[in-house]
């Protein structure tokens, strides 16, 4: 099957609205339905590119932009399987927006943020979550945050207030309890403990301006949220859930 699709895709047979000539839609989503049903701990993405090797050069065009078509049409059949399984379209989108490249966590975190959605405090939650979210992405798109060949680390000496210094040890704590969890498949559990950020979050952008004068100060702050926001995305892009 994955042959089929990664061949058709590489010489430009790609399906439209109208036509699907060769049936990949069916194809991609019995790939995704074979996965799920035995929970195959396949990386998605290796799969792609396990079937563009093996085509060697009788594909052309440019390899990556094969890859990454065939990973969205991919995306499109998983997000339809999610919706006849009954996840609101939101969570889905969200979801989906972070990664499918292990499609049986996909389905774990869709359920692990519709539990955590049924929580009455989880609109509240949300917009805290959202709000660091757009923050960085936008800080990202105007170069906001300085470009780095090393890692960019956070320097606790230039924390002018105890929320900023409250919420970088509360992340630390959280994050490493977050991704046991993640690791040993208990997303409920790691959601739980990355929705214990809201209090910590909230006093932070209470306590201090985060776009300040000063520029290393500016700098460490956004750092803060980048990690903060990269936690997130290991479940879902939280600016593309309803609130």
């Known amino acids: 099957k994955m042959d089929t699709v990664c061949a058709c895709f590489g010489i430009g047979l790609v399906p439209t609205g109208t036509t699907d000539p060769y049936a990949l839609r069916r194809q991609v989503v019995g790939i995704i ?21 093996l085509l060697g050069t ?36 969200a979801v989906a927006a972070s990664s499918i490249d292990h499609l049986p966590a996909v389905v774990k975190r869709a359920q692990a943020l519709t539990t955590l959605k049924a929580k009455p405090d989880f609109d509240a939650l949300a917009t805290a979550f959202k709000r660091v979210v ?6 990202r798109e105007e170069g906001q945050i300085i470009p780095s060949d090393q890692p960019l ?12 210094k409250a919420l970088y040890q509360t992340l630390h704590q959280v994050r490493d309890r977050a991704l046991k ?19 910590p979050i909230d ?27 990269d936690l997130f995305a290991t479940f879902a892009d939280f600016s593309k859930i309803s609130t």
Do not use: W
Request: charged fraction near 30%.
């Open 33 to 53: 339905r074979i996965i799920l049903d035995q929970e195959l701990s396949i990386s998605l993405s290796a799969l792609i590119d396990s079937g563009l090797t």
């Open 58 to 93: 009788k594909i052309g065009g440019d390899l990556n932009k094969t890859r990454q078509d065939i990973l969205d049409f991919f995306r499109h059949r998983l997000e339809q399987i999610l919706a006849d399984r009954g996840f609101a379209k939101d969570l889905i989108a």
């Open 134 to 139: 757009n923050i960085i992405r936008k800080a």
């Open 153 to 164: 680390r956070i320097d606790p000496s230039l924390f002018q207030d105890d929320c900023e």
């Open 181 to 199: 969890d993640v690791e040993a498949g208990t997303y409920d559990d790691s959601l739980v403990a990355v929705s214990t950020l809201k209090p």
């Open 203 to 229: 006093a932070f952008f209470d306590g201090v301006m985060v776009l300040t004068e000063d520029e290393r100060i500016k700098q460490n702050r956004l750092i803060l949220l980048s990690e903060i926001s």
